[in-house]
């Protein structure tokens, strides 16, 4: 069985339709969670999941797929091969390699922070960005490799910050090899409702947007 699913805001569409609760099915054991980033991820992990023999939750955030109210990332729109193909459940995906710094994120999240890479690398910072893909399973081993390459982890997420997949991600690096952080940190979404307000700064306050994720990156290299 494959339960579909949207998630997040910034749009101004109340609390109860930007939330992003990837993290509630997460903890929720016996389930597998997929969020793709991009076309092909989707179509790859939909395939996967359809074939999978354990209940899958398929979570895809709306500033993604394709939804016209919503403000479109140039990363998100991408060819989709017309033949058969998996992507699969519980690999991530190294989406930018770097040296410095390590993102750990997902959704759409994952073109915010390869914005931030972007504009980063002009000031002499490096930024690995790993595109988580599957929630459950969870790659720990490429969280780790990756901040064994980097020494500093910033795990960005549009889910609450406390209970969630930020301390999950974060933990598997501290349990596994704590010696290898140098820098941590989080930009993820407050414990607070989220605002209908449709100004720009009362939005960015909330979401983890590429401005917050700027300056965590410049924190984390200076850390």
């Known amino acids: 069985m494959v339960l579909m699913m949207a998630a997040g805001g910034g ?88 040296s410095d710094v390590t993102i750990v994120t997902l959704a759409l999240s994952v073109h915010h922070a390869l914005d931030v890479a972007e504009k980063l690398a002009v000031e002499g910072i490096s930024v690995e960005v790993i595109d988580l893909r599957s929630l459950v399973p969870l790659d720990r081993d ?12 910033i795990v960005v997420d549009e889910d609450y910050q406390s209970f969630g997949l930020s301390g999950e991600v974060i933990a598997s690096v501290a349990e596994r090899a704590p010696e290898l952080l140098r820098h941590v940190s989080r930009v993820c979404v407050p414990d607070v409702p989220l605002p209908y307000a449709s100004q720009a700064r009362v939005r960015g306050a909330a979401h983890p947007r590429a401005d917050r994720g700027g300056r965590a990156g410049r924190d984390g290299r200076q850390g």
């Open 11 to 98: 749009y101004s569409d109340g609390a109860q339709h930007s939330q992003t609760l990837w993290g509630t099915f997460a903890h929720l054991p016996g389930m597998k969670v997929v969020v793709p980033s991009n076309p092909y991820d989707a179509k790859g992990l939909m395939t996967a999941a359809i074939r999978s023999d354990d209940p899958v939750v398929f979570v895809f955030h709306k500033g993604v797929m394709g939804l016209g109210w919503m403000k479109k990332n140039r990363r998100s729109i991408g060819a989709v091969p017309e033949e058969p193909y998996e992507v699969p459940i519980g690999v991530a995906r190294c989406a930018r390699a770097g």
């Open 142 to 153: 490429a969280i780790v490799e990756s901040v064994r390459r980097t020494g500093r982890l």
